[in-house]
């Protein structure tokens, strides 16, 4: 059942990664990789979220770190920059739950402000989201990113037929 679980969430991750990825319209050859690095990274965070009770944050950073370090392995073999691939692999991670009910609850703080409980209610869950929601993205950047930080010249010569010295 678990495995199950594990590959839909991998399976609509990939949907989703492609869908994304038809938006910035990259070569056909990338649509495969871009699928198979969305399905990877969001697996990734599900299983450490569900099976090792990590939270979305860390779960997040450790997923974008696969899609990081996997577009720079599967940019090479495609000749394509790793942002084509890691890209549109990333975005069904953000957290688009959390995002809405950023949104929700300013709307609602807004519609009672003659309500003084209701509106403490609604700041609360508005800041408690705003925080997830502006967490996730910033460590699914860093993690994404970090790979080019530690391999450079791997990253900067994707595109690159011949080998670099």
């Known amino acids: 059942m678990i495995l199950t ?8 991750a990939a949907v989703a990664g492609i869908g994304f990825g038809a938006i910035s319209d990259p070569s056909l050859r990338s649509f495969p990789y871009i699928a198979l690095l969305a399905a990877a990274g969001h697996a990734c965070r599900y299983c450490l979220m569900t099976l090792v009770g990590i939270n979305i944050a860390s779960a997040s950073f450790v997923g974008a770190l696969v ?3 996997g577009s720079i392995w599967l940019g090479k073999r495609i000749h394509s920059p790793m942002t084509v691939l890691s890209i549109p692999a990333l975005l069904p991670m953000v957290p ?3 995002a809405y009910n950023m ?13 003084p409980l209701d ?3 609604y700041m609360e869950m508005f800041f408690s989201n705003t925080m997830v929601t502006c ?3 910033f460590l699914l950047a860093v ?5 080019m930080f530690l391999f450079p010249n791997r990253a900067y010569s994707l595109t690159r037929h011949k080998k670099q010295l």
């Open 119 to 121: 509106r403490a209610k």
């Open 103 to 115: 949104v929700f609850a300013q709307l609602m703080f807004l519609q009672n402000m003659d309500n």
């Open 143 to 147: 993690g994404t990113t970090l790979p």
């Open 5 to 12: 679980d594990i590959l839909i969430d991998g399976f609509f």
């Open 135 to 137: 967490t996730v993205i």
């Open 67 to 69: 899609i990081g370090l």
């Open 96 to 98: 688009g739950k959390f």
